[in-house]
């Protein structure tokens, strides 16, 4: 034992961070016998606990169910007050917060059986293989896993500080009638559709020339069509200059290039996420960040220093995913104290949703990435429809489902669903593209008649 580690607490691993990736590290590393300590300063969880994926999914809830009571009048369904049934916004949060409060509940019983010591305080490497955290306490062990995951970015323009980022979305206790959203990456898209559905007039101001950059562009083509249909304003090719307070109380954007200042109630920044790697102490082991903060890993999630490893946002590689930070941890945490020494994350064809509305699933290549590895050899298969519900209440909504494939076999590289339930229905695809379905296989199989899944074994 080093002498900076010779008053510390022993542990056979320390994790720093208790989000997603943190808790499956302990966890894991717990149940092959480990001795582990948790730091976390905040509520355990992370960002897709309390300020993302779960809260974000209740809220999308709410505003599915709100446009299915529209589609329910349009079908017969007689509703009060004109057709539109009001939501109390504060009610449902209570219900949100109950069940966040169950996941917390949750999370501590499980340390607690897995004897996993619990530091509710901020961590720092102090060393090799030290840990020091800010109440004091010193903690030693070869192995530590930094998962201090990410935060909203705020970019530096003048009157930057009048909007809220992404988290201060799960604030609000009603919905504002004029929302501005800057930025049109998935968090952007999500909460747009959201406000839209739950009450607000909602303007998406982009900068590129199109919502969602990595996503399949035909498929981005008809969700700004449908989010059109919905009465969201789209803004692209804009660059915010500055944020005023306006003597009513509202706020005004103002863009460059003589773009026309837009005045709003709330304004909400989803420009990305910035690694929480500031203060965690990487000097004091040799680690030095990337110009993004982020820290650098090898496939095993190796940091260049001996026993120290990192998963999740804070490694900028790989798609900043909760399951995929969990992946991670698991894996690592099965090398480490499970006997399996090949044990890594596999980060080829994870499929991911964007909960806009409706969904947007995705897993694999793009036509556009398949044509730069695969040149003419790239095969496309496309599916448009309205679903039964928008075609019998007679809206302008359309699904649009789309297969990438390559080689005389027409193996599938990518599958890209825009339309109702595409988050459930994707995942089990995905799992027979990881398997190397073929489009025979595909057109072998049996549809399930009349759903929307069916259109995926039925295009050709």
Not at 101 to 120: A, K
Not at 260 to 285: F, K, Q, S, W, Y
Not at 337 to 359: C, I, M, T, Y
Request: glycine share 12%.
């Amino acid at each position: 034992m080093n002498a900076a580690a010779a008053d510390a607490l022993a542990f056979d691993l320390i994790v720093i961070g208790g989000g997603s990736g943190g808790l499956a590290a302990a966890f894991r590393a717990a149940e092959h016998g480990a001795r582990v300590a948790l730091l976390e300063p905040g509520p355990l969880g992370g960002t897709c606990v309390n300020a993302g994926c779960v809260p974000k999914k209740a809220m999308w809830l709410a505003a599915d169910l709100g446009m299915r009571l529209q589609t329910a009048a349009r079908l017969g369904f007689v509703l009060p007050d004109a057709g539109r049934v009001a939501f109390d916004w504060c009610e449902f949060l209570t219900d949100r917060e109950r069940y966040i409060h169950g996941i917390h509940d949750s999370y501590r019983s499980r340390l607690d059986r897995d004897g996993i010591v619990v530091v509710p305080a901020r961590g720092r490497l102090a060393g090799e293989g030290v840990v020091e955290a800010d109440n004091g306490v010193r903690l030693a062990a070869p192995h530590i896993v930094l998962a201090t995951g990410s935060s909203p970015r705020r970019p530096d323009l003048p009157g930057a500080e009048l909007a809220g980022v992404s988290d201060d979305f799960f604030d609000l206790r009603a919905a504002p009638a004029r929302v501005a959203l800057v930025g049109g990456g998935y968090v952007a898209v999500e909460l747009a559709g959201v406000l839209q559905a739950l009450g607000s007039q909602v303007d998406m101001f982009v900068r590129d020339a199109r919502l969602l950059r990595p996503a399949e562009a035909e498929l981005v083509a008809q969700l700004q069509d449908n989010y059109h249909q919905l009465g969201i304003g789209l803004h692209t090719g804009y660059v915010l200059e500055r944020i005023e307070r306006e003597a009513d109380g509202s706020l005004c954007l103002h863009g460059a290039d003589g773009a026309a200042p837009h005045a709003c109630d709330v304004a909400l920044l989803a420009i990305g996420r910035r690694p929480n790697t500031a203060g965690l102490g990487l000097e004091r082991v040799g680690v030095t960040p990337d110009a993004d903060g982020n820290i650098p890993v090898d496939d095993w999630q190796q940091t260049p220093a001996t026993g120290v490893y990192a998963v999740g946002d804070i490694c900028g590689c790989g798609p900043a995913l909760t399951p995929v930070a969990i992946a991670a941890a698991r894996r690592l945490c099965d090398r480490l104290f499970g006997g399996r020494p090949g044990s890594k994350l596999d980060a080829d064809n994870v499929p991911s949703v964007v909960f806009s509305h409706p969904p947007l699933a995705m897993v694999g290549m793009t036509e556009a990435q398949a044509r730069e590895a695969h040149g003419d050899d790239v095969h496309v298969y496309t599916s448009r429809f309205r679903p039964m519900i928008e075609a019998l209440a007679d809206t302008a909504q359309c699904s649009l489902f789309k297969l990438v494939c390559v080689g005389a076999e027409r193996r599938v590289v990518g599958l890209h669903l825009l339309g109702d339930g595409a988050d459930e229905i994707l995942q089990g695809f995905a799992v027979a593209l990881k398997r190397g379905i073929t489009l025979d296989d595909l057109q072998d199989t049996i549809a399930i008649h009349p759903t929307s899944a069916e259109e995926v074994v039925l295009m050709r």
